[in-house]
């Protein structure tokens, strides 16, 4: 395969800066995709205080790109960053990405939200155009880049460097879509006779999302089922039947783990090191994290556990639901996670209520996440949908077995019990009830209670690959599919 030139343009990418999946995508795709020989650039907005925040260093270039943006012309200096070989071109513009959220203050979005990314996108497509080699491949992510393969296609296809590029648009989660009202597409001069029921107008608002399911050479999402069930009424978000217009350019590509940074055998958080084969340093984690928890130190008690922001996408109701009862039968329970605040109300109640059965930790903390996913028995997921999902990947790198909800990439990556035994690398349950929920967990449990079959299904886990590597083969495939 020849070796192209790739851009990302993204609106977040770890360890720069991060609110969920999209991020890790892509800061972990592009390294992927440079070990197997192909050169990537990957283009962010400048989040000054992030960036310091995760002790990111930098250099200005001695380069600034002019814009015009809702009648103000704009100097939009730009920087890099290296990150283990990876190179990032960071665009300034401090009024609008130097701000505490990404997208808007805690549960909220800011309002000038399609001002900041229609600049973004512009200023990098045009970034894209000066790297001095002609791009092959442009990849965008989500509603924040959606209209980059449309402003490609009508204001910049005379670039020559990336006159002849195609464009990837990625959906991490079809319910986010960038709608805002109508009045923006002069201000911002949008290509208005793309305005339209098959292009980017919805309901007599502007989709992004939309603009670059429309545009895009080719669509993916972030694991096969998600791709099937976004065309369909319960998943596609009122998008289905546009999408279904577009299927021929759309697939799903199961998102991968960097498996240096998430590893049991090397890491030096967690309280033992242990892997497939040699497990005794998961008991002692397990007790570990018992007493950091201040839970009762039992090695024979199946040791529930949740990582996860606390929304109804997540299932957490059902969760909540079934949590009294769990403990009743004995069972301990440790959560991390943040966000609806009645879900966290009620995880603090029944906390409190049973302090040695269970621990609830409010927000979130790396190195704890990583001693919950190494000391546990059993992960939940109760997702009501998932794209792909990556407390499920991480669990089962550290030898803690998903029960999930058999939808999007949890279906995808965790191979059920119930079907496929000599296989199984966990459980899954299909509709989304309390009590389909408490029959999943039962079943895991019984079985956690017959050893040589629970030390079969957890090795099988630690062993999955969950690397990029084969992800990124994947999207090599596609690219050059493209280009071919």
């Not at 999946?21 to 050169?39: F, M, N, R, T, Y």
């Not at 055998?265 to 008991?283: E, M, P």
């Amino acid at each position: 395969m020849a070796k192209l030139n790739i851009v990302f343009i993204a609106s977040e990418a770890a360890p720069l800066a991060k609110t969920g999946g999209l991020a890790d995508v892509a800061g972990s795709l592009p390294h992927a995709l440079q070990k197997i020989d192909h050169q990537v650039t990957v283009i962010l907005p400048f989040y000054r205080r992030h960036l310091f925040a995760n002790n990111i260093k930098t250099r200005p270039l001695k380069k600034s790109i002019e814009m015009w943006a809702d009648g103000i012309k704009r100097q939009c200096p730009l920087h890099t960053a290296s990150v283990d070989g990876l190179r990032f071109i960071l665009i300034e513009q401090d009024d609008l990405y130097d701000r505490d959220g990404l997208y808007g203050p805690a549960g909220g979005a800011y309002d000038d939200n399609l001002l900041r990314f229609l600049l973004f996108d512009r200023v990098a497509l045009e970034v894209a155009a000066q790297l001095g080699k002609p791009v092959d491949i442009l990849h965008c992510h989500d509603w924040q880049t959606g209209m980059v393969p449309l402003l490609l296609k009508t204001q910049y296809q005379h670039h020559t460097g990336i006159a002849k590029a195609k464009t990837v648009y990625t959906i991490h989660n079809l319910a986010y879509q960038g709608i805002f009202p109508a009045d923006w597409i002069h201000r911002l001069g949008m290509p208005s006779h793309y305005f339209h029921h098959d292009g980017y107008e919805f309901h007599h608002q502007i989709n992004c999302m939309k603009g670059g399911i429309e545009s895009a050479d080719a669509i993916t999402t972030v694991s096969p089922s998600y791709a099937k069930e976004i065309m369909t009424p319960e998943y596609g978000c009122h998008l289905e039947g546009f999408l279904h217009n577009h299927a021929d350019r759309l697939s799903g590509i199961v998102n991968g783990l960097d498996i240096n940074h998430w590893n049991p055998q090397t890491d030096l958080v967690i309280a033992a090191q242990f892997g497939a084969g040699k497990i005794a340093g998961k008991k002692q984690c397990k007790q570990a994290l018992q007493k950091h928890c201040g839970l009762d130190e039992s090695a024979d008690t199946p040791l529930l556990t949740l990582i996860s922001r606390l929304a109804d996408q997540k299932g957490i109701d059902l969760l909540l639901a079934n949590a009294n009862t769990w403990l009743e039968r004995g069972y301990q329970l440790a959560v991390l996670g943040s966000g609806d605040a009645h879900s966290e109300q009620a995880l603090h109640y029944l906390a409190g209520r049973h302090p040695r059965q269970m621990h609830f930790y409010r927000g979130f903390n790396e190195d704890l996440a990583r001693q919950i996913y190494a000391g546990g028995d059993i992960f939940l997921m109760p997702s009501r949908f998932e794209p792909c999902g990556l407390g499920q990947l991480m669990a089962m790198r550290y030898g803690t077995v998903p029960v999930v909800r058999a939808t999007g990439g949890l279906r995808d990556t965790v191979v059920d019990y119930g079907s496929k035994k000599s296989r199984a690398t966990g459980f899954h349950f299909t509709d989304a009830t309390p009590e389909a929920f408490d029959a999943a967990l039962e079943q895991a449990v019984s079985v956690y209670k017959t050893p040589a079959i629970w030390s079969r299904i957890r090795n099988r886990a630690l062993k999955r690959n969950s690397s990029w590597e084969a992800s990124a083969e994947e999207y090599a495939s596609l690219y050059q599919s493209l280009l071919d």
